[in-house]
């Protein structure tokens, strides 16, 4: 693996290493026998991640009891989602592996490609600190944040904001963005929704789609109080 191969994927992730070696070291498998591999960053990483992701819910989700929270958090950090994000980012393409494990498909493994992001994570953790971890996190887990932070697999805000309006027979509903910040690996929108040619909420995301729906979780709130 080369040194450009490293610098194209620091741009899909939006984080480049001071330390080469240690994002390396995040793809080494046991069975390589190499002397070294990735099993203590993704111990790091593992407690990384779940740090990052909890303080994301608790700040996001305040109404939220703590069984609630710990649920949601499940479903962001479980193997099924982390091995996702690794097919997402084509990390299997930078896994170094036994013979053996990769002949028997361990480059597509669940396990293995789960046990890669929270090892990159980590990686990040020990080469930037833990504001860059937390940003990787948030950049890696976006979609699955949108999902959980707009109604956890239910009818998301935006749907039902609609449906109470439409009841209302209100049917003038725009979100507009009006105004972004950040660099395009870490874009932050700001939304407003008008409803009848009137703004009644705002919303703040790392995309158009997420700042739509907090903008449209804020309005369903306060109207069915």
Same mark, same amino acid.
């Given at each position: 693996?080369?040194?450009?191969?490293?610098?194209?994927?620091?741009?899909?992730?939006?984080?480049?290493?001071?330390?080469?070696?240690?994002?390396?070291?995040?793809?080494?498998?046991?069975?390589?026998?190499?002397?070294?591999?990735?099993?203590?960053?993704?111990?790091?990483?593992?407690?990384?991640?779940?740090?990052?992701?909890?303080?994301?819910?608790?700040?996001?989700?305040?109404?939220?009891?703590?069984?609630?929270?710990?649920?949601?958090?499940?479903?962001?950090?479980? %193997?099924? =989602?982390?091995?996702? *994000?690794? #097919?997402? @980012?084509?990390? $299997?393409?930078?896994?170094? !592996?036994?013979? +053996?494990?990769?002949?028997?498909?361990?480059?597509?493994?669940?396990?293995?490609?789960?046990?890669?992001?929270?090892?990159?994570?980590?990686?990040?953790?020990?080469?930037?600190?833990? %504001?860059? =971890?937390?940003?990787? *996190?948030? #950049?890696? @887990?976006?979609? $699955?944040?949108?999902?959980? !932070?707009?109604? +956890?697999?239910?009818?998301?805000?935006?749907?039902?904001?609609?449906?109470?309006?439409?009841?209302?027979?209100?049917?003038?509903?725009?979100?507009?963005?009006?105004?972004?910040?950040?660099?395009?690996?870490?874009?932050?929108?700001?939304?407003? @929704?008008?409803?009848?040619?009137?703004?009644?909420?705002?919303?703040?995301?790392?995309?158009?789609?997420?700042?739509?729906?907090?903008?449209?979780?804020?309005?369903?709130?306060?109207?069915?109080?």
């Amino acid at each position: 693996m080369t040194q450009e191969d490293y610098s194209e994927l620091e741009k899909r992730i939006g984080y480049t290493f001071h330390d080469k070696k240690l994002l390396k070291r995040a793809f080494i498998h046991s069975s390589a026998d190499v002397g070294e591999s990735y099993e203590r960053l993704e111990f790091l990483g593992d407690a990384v991640l779940a740090l990052a992701v909890s303080e994301h819910l608790f700040f996001e989700r305040p109404e939220d009891k703590e069984g609630d929270l710990t649920k949601c958090r499940a479903a962001l950090v479980n %193997e099924t =989602a982390l091995a996702e *994000v690794a #097919r997402r @980012l084509d990390l $299997s393409g930078y896994l170094i !592996l036994g013979r +053996g494990e990769r002949h028997s498909g361990g480059a597509d493994k669940p396990s293995i490609l789960a046990d890669v992001v929270e090892a990159m994570i980590g990686a990040v953790y020990v080469d930037g600190g833990f %504001e860059e =971890a937390k940003s990787l *996190v948030n #950049r890696l @887990l976006e979609k $699955s944040f949108e999902t959980v !932070l707009s109604g +956890g697999g239910f009818r998301d805000f935006k749907t039902r904001l609609q449906e109470y309006y439409h009841k209302l027979g209100i049917s003038d509903i725009k979100y507009t963005v009006y105004k972004e910040e950040g660099p395009p690996h870490d874009r932050t929108f700001y939304v407003k @929704l008008v409803v009848c040619g009137e703004e009644v909420a705002r919303g703040q995301g790392r995309s158009k789609k997420f700042a739509e729906q907090k903008a449209a979780k804020a309005a369903y709130l306060t109207a069915v109080k």
